[in-house]
Nanobody
Framework: QVQLVESGGGSVQVGGSLRLSCAASGVTYSSLRMGWFRQAPGKEREGVAGVRSDRVARYAEFVEGRFTISKDNAKNTLYLQMNSLKTEDTAMYYC??????????????????WGQGTQVTVSS
């Protein structure tokens, strides 16, 4: 059973930075395809960043070069470094995972497993 646990969220001011972590357990980490998503109140969950099977990272347009996704296989952990945060980045952030190939890592429908989320609040 795959378990995903996010951490690293918090409250920051506009322009600040946060690094989110997603620890995976119960599975061989290298076999997982993972990505970051977010959901603001009253809105649908949307893709933020993910990695394709060819190891190419994909980012949502709104990221605009501010976020970086990375993974540490030794620690079974996925990261999302977020810089230059804006008020519109306020949301619950989730990591998703699945086995098998991944070519559209920003689509929520491509993921089978989800963490409980970590809240990010950006204030002016």
């Amino acid at each position: 059973q795959v378990q995903l646990v996010e951490s690293g969220g918090g409250s920051v001011q506009v322009g600040g930075s946060l690094r989110l972590s997603c620890a995976a357990s119960g599975v061989t980490y290298s076999s997982l395809r993972m990505g970051w998503f977010r959901q603001a109140p009253g809105k649908e969950r949307e893709g933020v960043a993910g990695v394709r099977s060819d190891r190419v990272a994909r980012y949502a347009e709104f990221v605009e070069g501010r976020f970086t996704i990375s993974k540490d296989n030794a620690k079974n952990t996925l990261y999302l470094q977020m810089n230059s945060l804006k008020t519109e980045d306020t949301a619950m952030y989730y990591c998703g995972a699945r086995f098998g190939d991944m070519w559209y890592p920003l689509n929520t429908s491509n993921y089978n497993y989800w963490g409980q989320g970590t809240q990010v609040t950006v204030s002016s």
